[in-house]
């Protein structure tokens, strides 16, 4: 299975960003049973969650998206979204998104794709 992410690229502060990431060739029912996030890590940092979405639709965001950043997700196409508003140069990062059951990660990770914010 591959975290194929797609959507990022340069943007101006205040701008907005959709990101996709399609996992391909995963099980119908393994998609669906895992919880999914979006995780970001920018130069010189740890990779962080920033939003997730439970197997049952419940929704969490870090602190310093909330209100700006939208996860959703289609099962049928095993896919994931982030839908990126009022987006600000701290939002620079490479996003990836994977599963996660049972306190670990379902798949390696992808190549991500890398969002950058200019001031």
């Known amino acids: 299975v591959q975290l194929q992410a797609s959507g990022g690229g340069l943007v101006q502060a205040g701008g907005s960003r959709r990101l996709s990431c399609v996992a391909s060739?995963?099980?119908?029912?393994?998609?669906?049973?895992?919880?999914w996030g979006w995780y970001r890590q920018a130069p010189g940092k740890q990779r962080e969650l920033v939003a997730s979405?439970?197997?049952?639709?419940?929704?969490n965001y870090v602190d310093s998206v909330k209100g700006r950043f939208t996860m959703s997700k289609d099962n049928a196409k095993r896919s994931v979204y982030l839908q990126m508003n009022s987006l600000k140069p701290e939002d620079t990062a490479v996003y990836y998104c994977n599963g996660l059951r049972g306190g670990s990660y379902l798949y390696n990770w992808g190549q991500g794709t890398q969002v950058t914010v200019s001031s």
């Open positions: 979405i439970s197997n049952n639709g419940r929704m």
């Open positions: 060739r995963t099980i119908l029912s393994t998609f669906i049973s895992a919880d």
